[in-house]
């Protein structure tokens, strides 16, 4: 059986980042013997899996029959795959360039944040598997895609794990500064890890986000090992030069995330209210920086038009 498998959110713009969904569906049918396709139409499946992660790919499910099954956060927030296919080690040849391990220790998140789409796809919080799940032993790097790892209840568990196999860990989407503490903390100082990853999104959390930066650099912890991620333009929100400026002042890194709505449409923002004064990082930052501010340029210049 030839089952086809189709990341929608690749582009011509994009290279593309492992969907570890299909990387499951991939392991589950090639282990029944069936041939697997990835973004290859022509041939000639008997079954097709499509995924989307972004909303604003969507559209695309349109070129697809009926019989097609649909998934990810972009099209279904709510579906999901089957047990036996979850908890399969994900098929890391899907993507011949994948250098590292890809998973989550845990689902959900404690937080409800209005502009963020986990509570509706995953709910509470709520443990998922252990690393031994999906670390490809070739590897020794770890992405964890987890959405709030701190506030799972096997987060002492996945970390003391992390640190036991001694890999390198990328926490993806980031770390709550909301609920560190001193024993947290103390296990991050053993994780391997080139960046401890936070948000600043809201600024009626600045008091918990000074607490936390306190543990972290009382711990030993160097400011250039700290990234926030720093949420830009959701609701007109007009905090993000603040949030800058207070994370300047501890000289850690700011990564600025432009919200874009489910059509894929960012805010538009005055490039002076945010330029690069709120800039601060290495390299990569800056480039981040300028296409942020290049995008906002972009849509003033449209909405004159």
């Known amino acids: 059986m030839n089952v086809l ?39 000639q499946p008997d079954v097709t899996y499509a995924s989307c992660v972004f909303t604003w790919n969507a559209k695309c499910k349109e070129r697809f029959s009926s019989s097609t099954f649909f998934g990810g956060s972009g099209i279904d927030p709510k579906a999901e795959l089957p047990v036996e296919v979850e908890h399969t080690m994900p098929d890391y040849t899907l993507y011949p360039k994948t250098n590292f391990s890809l998973g989550f220790t845990s689902r959900g998140c404690i937080r409800k944040c209005p502009w963020c789409i986990v509570p509706e796809k995953e709910g509470d919080i709520k443990p998922w598997a252990s690393i031994y799940e999906f670390w490809a032993r070739s590897t020794t790097k770890i992405i964890l895609m987890d959405n709030n790892i701190l506030a799972s209840p096997n987060w002492k568990e996945s970390l003391n794990d992390l640190i036991k196999e001694k890999l390198e860990v990328d926490f993806n989407q980031g770390l709550d500064i909301r609920l560190l503490n001193d024993e947290k903390v103390s296990l991050l100082t053993k994780v391997k890890t080139k960046t401890l990853r936070f948000a600043f999104d809201d600024l009626a959390y600045e008091r918990a986000v000074r607490k936390g930066l306190a543990l972290l650099l009382n711990a030993g912890i160097s400011p250039s090992k700290l990234s926030f991620y720093m949420l830009v333009g959701f609701n007109q929100d007009e905090t993000a030069v603040e949030r800058a400026e207070i994370l300047k002042s501890y000289n850690v890194d700011i990564y600025p995330m432009l919200y874009k709505d489910k059509a894929g449409q960012e805010p538009k923002l005055d490039p002076v209210i945010f330029s690069l004064s709120g800039y601060h990082g290495g390299w990569n930052n800056l480039r981040k920086f300028q296409r942020v501010i290049s995008r906002m340029k972009e849509g003033i210049k449209r909405e004159c038009e």
């Open 5 to 43: 498998l189709m990341d929608l959110d690749i582009t011509n713009r994009r290279q593309p980042f492992p969907n570890l969904a299909l990387m499951k569906l991939s392991q589950f049918h090639k282990a029944k013997g069936n041939k697997v396709f990835l973004n290859f139409p022509l041939c």
